[in-house]
Nanobody, 119 residues
Framework: QVQLAESGGGSVQPGGSLRLSCEASGTIDSINAMAWYRQVPGKERELVAL???????NYADSVQGRFTISRDNAKNTVSLQMNSLKPEDTAVYFCYSDHIVGGWALDAWGQGTLVTVSS
């Protein structure tokens, strides 16, 4: 079973920066894509940024130019550098992995880490 461990959440003032990290552990044949989602109470979970195994990335329009997703394929880790944070970025951020185990396509979620942007 693949597990995702997130770190790096916390509180920051508007305009500040935070870096989230996530490590996938377990028996993994390969990881197709890793991503960060976020969710606020009462709203659906939304995609923030995604990075594929070939390095291609997708970003939500709301974070384009402020957030950068990166990945270390050798270590099965993904990071999200968040700059110029805004109060509306406040949410629980979840790491996501789309991977292959024993020939099966599976996915996994992290437990979530809270990011609070407030003055």
């Amino acid at each position: 079973q693949v597990q995702l461990a997130e770190s790096g959440g916390g509180s920051v003032q508007p305009g500040g920066s935070l870096r989230l990290s996530c490590e996938a552990s377990g028996t993994i044949d390969s990881i197709n894509a890793m991503a960060w989602y976020r969710q606020v109470p009462g709203k659906e979970r939304e995609l923030v940024a995604l990075i594929k195994d070939d390095g291609r990335t997708n970003y939500a329009d709301s974070v384009q130019g402020r957030f950068t997703i990166s990945r270390d394929n050798a270590k099965n880790t993904v990071s999200l550098q968040m700059n110029s944070l805004k109060p509306e970025d406040t949410a629980v951020y979840f790491c996501y992995s789309d991977h292959i185990v024993g020939g099966w396509a599976l996915d996994a979620w992290g437990q979530g880490t809270l990011v609070t942007v407030s003055s």
